[in-house]
């Protein structure tokens, strides 16, 4: 997926995303990071902080980090 670049997208700094999405900076960071998987409740809340459907989040193509 591609939770840093809809962040950046967002422009909100990622401890603030982390903090009204309900979720710790370290939390938020090890799920950008694939250490920890998001539970369905914490994938609404990230959405609904970046403005975005999950939807939208789950089907993102164009990351930076997934070219070959």
Excluded at 4 to 19: R, W
Excluded at 40 to 67: F, G, M, S, V, Y
């Amino acid at each position: 997926d591609c939770i840093k670049p809809a962040i950046e997208k967002c422009g909100m700094k990622q401890n603030i995303v982390a903090e009204r999405s309900g979720l710790s900076s370290q939390q938020l960071c090890d799920v950008i990071s694939k250490r920890r998987k998001l539970e369905a409740n914490e994938l609404i809340n990230l959405c609904h902080t970046l403005r975005i459907t999950p939807n939208d989040l789950l089907q993102l193509e164009e990351c930076p980090d997934k070219a070959g």
